[in-house]
């Protein structure tokens, strides 16, 4: 079985909140990023605890070791379930945001990989295997890899093994649920979701076929 993650990127709070809601019966976690957090808070996260949801931090976080811990502790206190992190800063960086993850009995997610055109400018001539690879040498509990290119799923899952895979790019960006579903563990999906006429009834659908 293939989790659906929503990416709730709505800068609004009250509109972010219906559309969790609406959405809670078919969605198995919320990615939460900068558009929400920017426009309510980290408060939102009071919010959306009774949905008993896990709440990913999408901060992507890129910073100096202590920088990244300081991030981190106020994302683990304010109620997250789990961070994610860039590594491109190098391992000690990493390392603070999963020290941090398990200090809190949370989850640290590495990028590996973006689902964007632009993301191949740089994850290429085997950057993201490296990427993957400081994630697991940092204990990292997963990557972030690209639902819209599945052979570099399939490749990154060969490097990390049972370790978890989050994959956006799904819908709008053109990614397939049907290509990834047998190589992540969880598909992220924000637009063809929340800008639908019918933000609930798109959650099902999405939920419906990762779960075949």
Request: some cysteine; charged content about 20%; aromatic content about 4%.
């Amino acid at each position: 079985m293939t989790e659906l993650i929503l990416a709730l990127d709505v800068p609004d709070r009250e509109r972010a909140v219906a559309i969790a809601r609406a959405c809670a019966p078919h969605i198995d976690a919320i990615k939460i990023g900068y558009p929400l957090v920017l426009s309510a808070g980290l408060g939102i996260t009071r919010q959306l605890s009774g949905l008993s949801l896990p709440l990913i931090a999408d901060f992507k976080v890129a910073d100096i070791p202590n920088t990244n811990r300081l991030i981190a502790d106020l994302v683990f206190s304010a109620g997250f379930s789990a961070i994610i992190c860039h590594a491109f800063t190098g391992r000690d960086s990493v390392q603070s945001c999963v020290d941090s993850a398990h200090k809190n009995g949370g989850t640290c997610l590495v990028v590996a990989e973006m689902s964007h055109p632009g993301a191949t400018e740089f994850f290429h001539g085997g950057v993201a295997e490296h990427l993957a690879q400081v994630a697991i040498a940092c204990n990292a509990d997963g990557i972030i890899a690209p639902a819209t290119r599945p052979e570099r799923a399939k490749k990154l899952r060969s490097i990390i093994g049972t370790k978890k895979i989050y994959a956006p790019g799904i819908g709008i960006q053109g990614g397939d649920i049907r290509a990834v579903a047998g190589i992540v563990d969880g598909i992220i999906v924000g637009r063809a979701i929340y800008e639908s006429d019918d933000p609930a009834a798109a959650a099902k659908d999405f939920a419906r076929v990762s779960k075949t």
